[in-house]
């Protein structure tokens, strides 16, 4: 079955910076567009990141546009997102996941959370 395990989070100060990484396993991690999403406290799904099968596309959300940048590697079946000059309201929990087709923000379909994942702290 899919399993994707999302690492990396933890406290970091405004302007600092973290890389998340997002294990997949149990599909074709090769063949599958992914994306980067969060969930603030009280908040809803926000869409951050995509990136295609082959890692030379990505779209990134207004918001973190600038700061954040997605990768992949398709030999260790990871996805990363380097995250630069973090802002309190970057604060969530960040999760990946496998899209049916490379989209972004509106344009995607629901996400499916599979992993538990990592929770992201930007305070001073």
């Known amino acids: 079955q899919v399993q994707l395990v999302e690492s990396g989070g933890g406290l970091a100060q405004p302007g600092g910076s973290l890389r998340l990484s997002c294990a997949a396993s149990?599909?074709?991690?090769?063949?599958?567009?992914m994306s980067w999403v969060r969930q603030a406290p009280g908040k809803g799904l926000e869409w951050v990141s995509s990136i295609n099968k082959d890692g030379d596309r990505t779209t990134n959300a207004d918001s973190v546009k600038g700061r954040f940048a997605g990768s992949r590697d398709n030999a260790k079946n990871t996805l990363y997102l380097q995250m630069n000059s973090l802002k309190p309201e970057d604060t969530a929990v960040y999760y990946c996941v496998r899209l049916p087709h490379y989209c972004s923000g509106h344009g995607c379909p629901p996400f499916t959370i599979r992993g538990q994942g990592t929770q992201v702290t930007v305070s001073s």
């Open positions: 149990g599909f074709m991690f090769r063949d599958a567009a």
